[in-house]
């Protein structure tokens, strides 16, 4: 699937890694902190299921067995300068023939506001084309989620589309899925 990225990825702040499994101890307690945010927007993530330090190891181990299997991609944004994890990248392949890929982030809770998240998107996005030979890369986000939609339009992606109040919150709201896609003909290395 991605075998042809690079990783670690190299930025100016941060280290793009796929995850250890001595990560799992740090990455339980991440979990805990980031677990109000994801219920509200991604109900799905991995991370709303753990519960305990062993529920965090399975998460890590099923990591690394995807990422071995080259089925869908998991990788962890860490500072340079401290090791400290600031967000999760996540990589899958929506189409073999174009080849086109999905990209996923989140941020933790601790360190949303300082553009490590777009700083780390810019940089998988530039190995997605560059190494991966991806044409087209998407995003999808909920559209109450300014930061997220903040990252993909400074990352140059395209809104395309917007599916109307399709997810029922359990506070009984609703809200919709944003779109987005960059093509490799529009990519601009900064």
Request: overall charge negative.
């Amino acid at each position: 699937m991605t075998s042809d990225i690079s990783v670690p990825i190299e930025t100016t702040r941060l280290i793009i890694r796929p995850y250890r499994t001595d990560d799992a101890i740090w990455y339980h307690k991440m979990s805990l902190g980031n677990k109000e945010h994801l219920e509200r927007y991604e109900s799905e993530n991995p991370i709303v299921s753990i519960r305990t330090e062993s529920d965090a190891e399975n998460t890590i181990k099923d990591f690394i067995s995807l990422w071995d299997e080259q089925k869908y991609r998991f990788l962890g944004v860490f500072l340079k300068d401290t090791d400290d994890f600031v967000a999760q990248i996540y990589l899958g392949k929506l189409d073999d023939r174009l080849p086109e890929f999905g990209i996923g982030y989140i941020a933790e809770v601790e360190h949303e506001g300082n553009g490590y998240v777009t700083e780390a998107v810019r940089a998988v996005v530039k190995e997605l084309f560059e190494n991966a030979k991806a044409h087209r890369i998407q995003i999808e986000t909920d559209d109450t989620n300014a930061r997220s939609i903040g990252v993909a339009e400074r990352c140059g992606f395209v809104k395309e589309g917007h599916l109307r109040q399709n997810k029922k919150h359990p506070d009984g709201t609703y809200s919709g899925t944003l779109f987005y896609g960059l093509l490799k003909s529009e990519f601009q290395i900064e």
